[in-house]
């Protein structure tokens, strides 16, 4: 059966078109993540040490995790920005290799990100989650339009 597929991006844009915005502002969207990552893991170092003075075992073993899936997040983040200006580029030169590649990399690291994002939710504040689940949502949708896109650059190949 496979996924629906697309005609057009927000009622208004082609597909090239809406994949290169949808591009752009996943790129921007993954760069903001990024950052926000970077901001949540050095806020954890200072509570983590804390709790090593303490000699608190559990609240240390928490922080621990936590910090260590927030670096997680900060590198993969960082791999998906990358990826997504790799898009961008076979988007606009219409190369279906690398639309393919990045729909792939792109399920999977949707996947991971939603594990690791709802494994460690309760120790995110309300900012990140907004962001995050705004941002899983942006992805579906991204999905879609990536493999509506790349079937219709097939189909132009086999005419």
Sequence with gaps: MGLPQLETCCIFFDLKTGNIIMGCLNAFLSFVMFVIMIVV???IEPIKYAAEEERDLNAEAALTGFYV???ILVLMFLAK???DILFIYGVI???ANIIRAYFIMF???LLLSMFTFFL???NFNAGTICMEVFYIGLN???ILLSNSFYKLLNMREEV
């Design 41 to 43: 893991a050095s806020a």
């Design 69 to 71: 899936m927030s670096i």
């Design 81 to 83: 920005f990358c990826f």
């Design 93 to 95: 030169t219409e190369r």
């Design 107 to 109: 399920v999977v690291f």
């Design 120 to 122: 460690n939710a309760p």
């Design 140 to 142: 579906v949708y991204a």
